[in-house]
C-alpha cells in the first residue's frame, strides 16, 4: 500500500509518501539485487546410492554438502601455491611415564632396617629422636615466627632412586625430615648438623604414596600400592604392626589429638574411608558414602571432624566416628583435588585442584568455599602435587610440573616468589615448622632439596 501527500515547504513544494513494510523490503531487496555482481548457484555433491551404506558412493540423500568453489587457473596473476594434505603431520604425544606411582614390585615385602648415621648414640646416649639444644633456633615452646618465602639452595639428600611423593618434618621441632619414594622405601634425614642420610625403612614391595606421624613423632604410619599399611617406630626401626584392607591406601592420617592418637584414618582406592586402631589392629569405623578413590583427609574443628575428597569431584565434611556425611558440596565447577593443607588459624583448608589452581574452603560450621582465595600461576595437572601453609599462616607454598617451587601471599592471593628447581617436576613441598623461610622439596627424580 501507497499513498502520497503533497504539501508546502519553505524551498517550494514536496511529496510525502507512506509505504507499507512489505512494499518497503521488497523495493529494498531489489536495489540490493541489482548491485550484486550475478553469481553462480552453489551446487551440491551427488546424493549417492541408497543401497551403499559406506565409502566411495554411499548414500547422502539431503545431507549432501555443497561443492567447494574452486578459484580457476586464470583468475589472477598471482603463482599458484599447492597444498599438500600431510603437509604438517601430527606430532607423537610421549608415552606417560609411571615415575610418581611406580606399580612394579621391589624386595620381598620383608620389613628391614639400616641406620647410615655417623653415630647412633651421642655422649649422653641419647638418639636422633634427642631435640638438640646447641642450634641458634629454639625447637621447643611455642610457634612464634614471621616467614619469608625461600630464595636459595642449601642442602641436597639423594637417597632415593624414584620418585618422592611425601614429605614430612618431625612434629612440633622439625629437627627430622622423613621422605616416602616410589622405590618404595622410607627414608628418615637430619635437617641440623651435618644433615645426613639417618636410617632406611623398607618392608614395602610397591610405591609408599603416604606418610604419617603421630603426635609425638616417636612412630609413623606408611601406606603403599602393595595394598599394606605399616606402623614403623622411629628411633629402631621395627614394624609394630601391619593392616590391609584389600584396597589401595592413596592418603593415611593419625588423629592428631593426643586422647585419640592410637587410631587412624586411611583413603583407600575403593571409595572407602576405613579407621582402624592401631592397638588392637582392628578396623573400628568405616565411612562409605564417595563414589570414587579418596584422596585427601583433614582433621579440623580441634579435630572433632575431618574433610575428605575424592576423584568424584566432591567434598565430604565428617563428624569423627559417625559414618554420616554433615556437608557434601559437589558443584559442576569443581576438580578432584588431590592434595590438602590446613590454614594454621583452623579457619581454612587449602586443597590442590586438578585445574591448575589452589583452592580455599572454611573449615567451620559452614564448610562452603571461599571464592576470594584461589592461587593461581603454576601447573599441576596430571601429578599429585603437593601444598603447604608457613607456620605464621601467611605465605603458601607449591611445586610444578615444569619444576618450579611456588609461593603465593595469603590476604592478595598473589605469587610473591618463583624458583626453578631442576627440569623435573616438583611433587612435594613442606615448610619448616620452626624456621623462616625454610622449605624441603622433592622431585620426580628422587632428589630431596632443602631451601631457605
Not at 639444644?133 to 641436597?156: E, F, P
Not at 632415593?160 to 614429605?167: E, F, M, P, R, T
Not at 609461593?407 to 613442606?430: N, R
Amino acid at each position: 500500500m501507497t499513498t502520497s501527500t503533497t504539501g508546502k515547504v519553505p524551498t517550494g513544494y514536496a511529496e510525502e509518501i507512506v509505504l507499507s513494510e512489505s512494499t518497503f523490503r521488497s523495493a529494498h531487496r531489489a536495489i540490493e539485487s541489482a548491485s550484486e555482481p550475478p553469481s553462480k548457484k552453489r551446487k551440491r555433491e551427488e546424493r549417492g546410492d541408497a543401497s551403499i551404506l559406506y565409502g566411495k558412493g554411499a548414500y547422502k540423500g539431503p545431507w549432501a554438502r555443497y561443492e567447494e568453489e574452486q578459484p580457476e587457473a586464470s583468475s589472477g596473476s598471482e603463482e599458484e601455491v599447492e597444498y599438500e594434505e600431510d603437509e604438517i603431520a601430527p606430532q607423537p604425544l610421549p608415552a606417560p611415564t609411571k615415575a610418581g606411582t611406580d606399580y612394579a614390585e621391589t624386595g620381598d615385602g620383608k620389613e628391614t632396617t639400616q641406620f647410615h648415621g655417623s653415630q647412633q648414640y651421642d655422649y649422653q646416649g641419647r638418639t636422633y629422636m634427642h631435640v638438640p639444644q646447641d642450634l641458634g633456633i629454639s625447637l621447643k615452646g611455642d610457634i612464634d615466627v614471621k616467614n619469608y618465602y625461600s630464595k636459595k639452595l642449601i642442602h641436597t639428600w639423594k637417597a632415593h632412586s624414584k620418585a618422592i611423593n611425601q614429605l614430612r618434618f618431625f612434629p612440633d621441632s622439625g629437627h627430622l625430615l622423613l621422605s616416602a619414594s616410589a622405590d618404595s622405601k622410607v627414608s628418615l634425614f637430619d635437617v641440623y648438623h651435618q644433615r645426613e642420610l639417618l636410617r632406611t625403612y623398607s618392608g614395602h614391595t610397591k610405591s609408599v604414596n603416604d606418610i604419617s606421624f603421630n603426635y609425638d613423632g616417636r612412630s609413623f604410619l606408611t601406606a603403599s600400592y602393595d595394598k599394606s599399611m605399616k606402623l614403623w617406630d622411629t628411633e629402631t626401626g621395627a614394624c609394630i604392626s601391619r593392616f590391609s584392607t584389600k584396597a589401595t591406601p592413596h592418603v593415611i592420617r593419625f588423629n592428631p589429638s593426643e586422647s585419640h592418637n592410637h587410631e587412624f584414618l586411611a583413603g583407600l582406592s575403593d571409595k572407602r574411608i576405613v579407621q582402624f586402631d592401631t592397638r588392637s589392629g582392628e578396623l573400628v569405623q568405616e565411612y562409605d558414602h564417595h563414589l570414587g578413590p579418596v584422596n585427601t583427609i583433614t582433621f579440623c574443628d580441634e579435630n572433632r571432624r575431618f574433610i575428605t575428597t575424592s576423584d568424584d569431584k566432591s567434598l565430604r565434611a565428617w563428624e569423627y566416628n559417625i559414618p554420616v556425611p554433615i556437608k557434601f558440596i559437589a558443584e559442576p565447577h569443581m576438580y578432584p583435588m588431590v592434595r590438602a593443607a590446613p590454614h594454621p588459624s583452623g579457619k581454612y583448608v587449602a586443597f590442590q585442584s586438578s585445574d591448575n589452581q589452589i583452592v580455599v574452603y572454611q573449615s567451620t560450621d559452614r564448610f562452603r568455599q571461599n571464592r576470594k582465595k584461589g592461587f593461581r600461576g603454576h601447573n599441576n595437572a596430571g601429578y599429585a602435587i603437593d601444598v603447604s601453609i608457613s607456620p605464621d599462616g601467611g605465605l603458601i607454598a607449591s611445586g610444578d610440573t615444569g619444576g618450579f617451587l611456588c609461593f603465593w601471599d595469603w590476604k592478595s592471593c598473589k605469587m610473591v616468589h618463583k624458583i626453578s628447581t631442576g627440569e623435573a617436576p616438583v611433587l612435594a613441598a613442606q615448610w619448616h615448622p620452626r624456621e623462616t623461610s625454610k622449605v624441603a622439596t622433592g622431585d620426580l627424580n628422587g632428589v630431596v632439596k632443602y631451601w631457605d
